[in-house]
Each structure stands twice: as structure tokens, then as C-alpha cells.
């Protein structure tokens, strides 16, 4: 006994004392961790660099530099890359990390394609001005489309709006505020929630979620054809989220599978992802033949 008390109760308070104790250090590690991630967001979703060390010329590519201003008074940096004879434009939103220049190979597969293409740069990566945010990138990709339509002259209807991981929500956004050709998602993730609980599935991540990016309500109010890309074997965006725009995006609409990491797939597919293109763009033509023959109609 001790104190007058059994062994074996005093034995049970200093346990249940120390269960408590753990539990409330865990529970405070916890708290402590998920306002480090409250906080640290921004660096998470966007990772800038502002050295350009390389241009198109790396790839044998002719191009011309594009300075445009956002709609919020932003001086922001491009690429435009003319192909011969093209009858189509690609606007590029490229995904978080680098810039512009870190997307070299899928400027000369596009060129390739036989497409010219502008690349930019979102505010606070590369030359462009500012800090990153979600309606920063919003208003970027609508200053770029601004530069396509008023400066290059390019109609619309001639206009592919193509986003790769975040910049797949971003050209989402894009494609469901102004007329395009079509719309291309590679790779892209269903809303910045649904990212977030992959990657932390014991937060409760929209509580404290600073940013939306939800491209599975975009795509909804989207009514060009719609090209969805992704690779079973991406380490980061689930192939899951493709099947969900998929299902989430208006007729017509076409699915392509390739293989390959995350940054890497269209290079590792190669073939398969060339052909996936040209297929595609087969698709569009006959689409613009059918739209005509029902107007005509």
C-alpha cells in the first residue's frame, strides 16, 4: 500500500497521468504541425525560380519574346515560338515548379505537332513581376490570351488552351472565362483540396486550405472539346482525377492513358504521346467539320 492505498490503484492514476500527458503532447505536436502547414502553403503549391538561362534556341527554335501587362498592372514575360504554316496556336500553362525554360521539350513537341505555341511565365517566376497567388495566375493566363487575341491576331477558334499539373486548373479557369479551339489537361489534379488530402490524409485539409484551384468546377462550364491526359504510373496526381474531369467534362471530350512520372511521361510515352496528339487533332478537324455542316444545315 501506499499512503493507504492499494499498489495497484496508485499504479493506475500514475498511468492514466501519463496516457494524458502523451495525449496531450501528441495533440499539441499535431496542432503545431497543421499551423506549420496553415502557414508554409504558398511554398508548397509554388516553387519560382527567377534565373532564365536558357531560351527555345537550346531546341533549334526560332522565337520571339512576349512582355505583356495583367489586368492588375503586372509586367509579365513569354515565349511565342511560330510554327510554319500553322493553323494552330497553343497558349501553355506550364505547372508549379521552375519556369518556362524547364518546359523546352514540350515546346519542341508541340512545335513538332506543327503548332506554334506562347509560353509564359506567372507572376513571380522567371522575368515576370510579383509574388504568386490564385488569382495572380488566374489574371496571368487571361493577360496572355489577351496578347494572343490583340497583339498576334489570333482568332479563337484558333486558340488550344493547354495546362499541365497546376497549370491544368489555371488553363481550366481560362477555358471556361473565354472562346478557345479546345481545351487540353495533362495531368492536372481535381481541386487543390483533393491534392492536399493525397499528400496529408490525417489533416483535415479543408478547414484550413488557403487556396481552391478547383478544376473539376471549371471543366463543368466548359463547352469546347476537351482532351485528358494522364499516366497511371504519376507519383503525384492519381489517375483517378483524370477519370473524375473526365466524368465532370461536356461532350465532346476524349481520355488518353500514357505511362511515365509525373514530369516525365510525355517524354518517356514518346510515341504513344505524339501519336495521342496527332490523333487528337484529327478528332478537332472533323468536329469543325460537323459544327459547320450543322450550322450549314
Request: proline fraction near 4%.
Amino acid at each position: 500500500m501506499t499512503n493507504g492505498r492499494p499498489l495497484s490503484v496508485f499504479l493506475n492514476t500514475i498511468m492514466s497521468s501519463l496516457l494524458i500527458f502523451v495525449a496531450l503532447v501528441l495533440l499539441a505536436a499535431y496542432g503545431a504541425w497543421g499551423l506549420t502547414l496553415f502557414f508554409i502553403q504558398p511554398k508548397l503549391l509554388y516553387n519560382p525560380l527567377r534565373e532564365v538561362t536558357c531560351t527555345p534556341v537550346a531546341m533549334g527554335l526560332d522565337f520571339e519574346d512576349a512582355v505583356f501587362t495583367s489586368s492588375d498592372g503586372l509586367r509579365l514575360s513569354g515565349w511565342y515560338i511560330p510554327a510554319q504554316n500553322s493553323e494552330l496556336t497553343i497558349l501553355l500553362c506550364h505547372g508549379n515548379a521552375g519556369n518556362m525554360m524547364h518546359h523546352l521539350e514540350i515546346i519542341n513537341a508541340i512545335y513538332n505537332l506543327g503548332i506554334s505555341c506562347l509560353i509564359f511565365d506567372y507572376r513571380g517566376y522567371g522575368d515576370s513581376e510579383g509574388r504568386p497567388s490564385e488569382k495572380g495566375t488566374y489574371l496571368d493566363a487571361e493577360a496572355a490570351y489577351k496578347w494572343l487575341t490583340d497583339v498576334k491576331k489570333v482568332l479563337p477558334d484558333e486558340i488550344i488552351i493547354f495546362g499541365r499539373s497546376l497549370g491544368g486548373s489555371i488553363a481550366a479557369h481560362l477555358a471556361s472565362k473565354v472562346r478557345a479551339k479546345a481545351l487540353v489537361l495533362e495531368s492536372a489534379f481535381t481541386s487543390y483540396v483533393d491534392i492536399g488530402r493525397k499528400f496529408y490524409p490525417y489533416m483535415p485539409v479543408r478547414w484550413f486550405a488557403r487556396f481552391s484551384y478547383r478544376t473539376i468546377d471549371f471543366i463543368k462550364n466548359i463547352h469546347c472539346p476537351v482532351l485528358l491526359i494522364y499516366s497511371k504510373d504519376d507519383e503525384i496526381i492519381p489517375f483517378e482525377f483524370g477519370l473524375r474531369l473526365y466524368e465532370a467534362a461536356n461532350e465532346p471530350k476524349e481520355f488518353i492513358e500514357i505511362s511515365g512520372s509525373h514530369n516525365g511521361s510525355f517524354i518517356e510515352s514518346n510515341k504513344t504521346y505524339e501519336q495521342a496528339w496527332k490523333k487528337w487533332l484529327e478528332l478537332l478537324k472533323q468536329y469543325k467539320l460537323q459544327s459547320t455542316h450543322q450550322k450549314a444545315c
